[in-house]
């Protein structure tokens, strides 16, 4: 055995027996994971997100481009998959890409309930599961809080029946977090889905703190505020920090500042372009920031 | 109420620009010849109109009509609905649309009372027809779209409904009034979708239908 891979084995061996985060111990270009609270599963911290980008019909010139972008995507570690009924074709085009790839290990199948009546609820999720292509998906969730008491109701029904293993409520844009906080102080939810990223940062006063007290995963949406946030940064240069913390480019730093607050479990960039997936999926490797890091991070940003 | 002022435009649009554009490419090649049989019914229109005969001006409403109920269901409904489930009002105002002008023009009302070009307002409006079968779908080629992908009368909807404002200002105010409505609704519509997608052409149908709508309650009562 070389040298350099017996260090390896026993540094290996030992954090075997250490009772610390998978996340801390990840050997430098190894994909960063994190457990999703209620189960200990690990889930890669970057997934993906299907808003508009995977909204292209039958087009198949479209369908075949975003099909190498699932293909990168599953490449470099990805797990997550988040979509909607309410993102037009996104689910049907999921499933025709899923399709050409064939295999997809890792993949962890997400989507929502969205509609206003409880009762349409199950043949709604039976469509999507149809789009999909799935027996059932990994996680379910209540879109925008819409109907959510009926539908938490069968979704927690279909839990206890083994035909979904997590089921979740999602936000975006910062609103009706009033009431999702109430919701997860009185529901057992698996996730939630809110939007944080460097600039939206209300969650971090009760939703995050009240998420890792509950045990809850958090998905993080718009985590470029659908490219706001890369064009404001893209027209500075990289800060000197960037380097130490492993990032080559601003979506990197972006993502990593999401990901990396203690609470965060997955954050779910949505891209259409392979290049792009692959700087997104560089986000979820490498050194996070720690909390001194993510104060200057924030600062810096708020001055550009 | 204060939760629908955080939205922006954009969050209410589940495509972006270039799957939008892309939307007619792959529409006018799904039913071609329809874009061709679209503008020769445009051409057929506008000689209808040339010498508006209140036969001719019902003949050319139908025509029109058609179009719209033909938009409601090929883009509307089997196009644009699976992208976005808005347009599946919109297949409906259209279908609406298209009825209620064949209903006025072919059956319970004559079309017009007054159908000659010599005011201003018809003149305007036989100049919006002419732009509208002629010199929308040029826009595109401006603007560096396919040619593949342009947006014809008779099958798209931005040209059928600037044309649909022209047709209406050769009609009497009462069959005007009933039948802007959703042309109009349109409009406003459209512009802001065109807006949501940093489209430089979006400005065009909201400013048409306002000028429009200027001039019409600028007319004369007695030309109405």
Known sequence: MHRRSFLTAVAGACCGLLPIP???????????????????EQLPLIGMGTWITFNVGNDPQAISERAEVLRAFFAAGGGMIDSSPMYGSAEAVVGETLARLGGTPGLFAATKVWTGSGADGPREIAESQRLWGVERFDLLQVHNLLAWREHLDTLTAMKAAGRLRYLGLTTSHGRRHGELEQIMRSEHVDFVQLTYNIVDREAEDRLLPLAAERGIAVIANRPFRRGELLGVAQRHPLPGWAADIGCTGWPQVLLKFIVSH?????AIPATSQVAHMLENMAAGVGPLPDSAMRRRMAADFAAL | MAEWLTYSLADF????RATYLRLFQLYNARFWPATVIGFALGVWVLWLLYRPAPDRVRLA???VAGCWLWIAWAFHWETYAP?????????GA??????LMLLVAGAVFRWSGRVDRSGAPPHIGYG?????VFLMPLLGVLLDRPWQGLEWFGTAPDPTVFATLGLLSMAARRVRLILMVVPTAWCLFSGLTLLALDDPLWPLLP???????AVWFRQPAEQN
Not at chain 2, 94 to 99: R, T
Not at chain 2, 207 to 213: E, G, L, N, P, S
């Open chain 1, 22 to 40: 998978r996340l801390l111990r990840a050997a430098p270009r190894e994909r960063l994971t994190k457990p999703i609270p209620g189960s200990g």
């Open chain 1, 262 to 266: 203690p609470a965060v479990t997955c």
């Open chain 2, 13 to 16: 649009l589940p495509l972006d």
């Open chain 2, 61 to 63: 409403s139908l025509v």
């Open chain 2, 83 to 91: 992208l976005n489930w808005a347009a599946r009002y919109a297949a």
């Open chain 2, 94 to 99: 259209f279908c609406a649309q298209g009825l």
């Open chain 2, 128 to 132: 919006m027809l002419v732009f509208a």
């Open chain 2, 207 to 213: 400013t048409a239908a306002i000028v429009w709508i």
